[in-house]
């Protein structure tokens, strides 16, 4: 049993840092669950206290920002 639970949390580790590919313009990169890394140029704007979207750097009406 403790093989198979820790084969199970090696598996679902891997898969999200795989999957940390970074988001283009408009991509949702911060939620309640977390948040995911916007490319290169773009920043983390919360619009919301749970919901970030990858903005231009020179966007400014974000209520906080994320780099």
């Not at 988001?23 to 140029?41: F, N, S």
């Not at 919901?51 to 966007?59: I, M």
Request: proline share 7%; aromatic share 8%; charged share 20%.
């Amino acid at each position: 049993m403790f093989k198979f639970i820790t084969a199970t949390l090696l598996l679902v580790f891997a898969t999200s840092v795989i999957a940390q590919e970074p988001l283009g313009l408009d991509g949702q990169c911060g939620t309640i669950v977390g948040t995911k890394p916007c490319a290169e140029g773009l920043k983390c704007c919360y619009l919301n206290p749970d919901d970030g979207v990858c903005k231009p750097a020179s966007f400014e009406p974000c209520l906080f920002e994320d780099d």
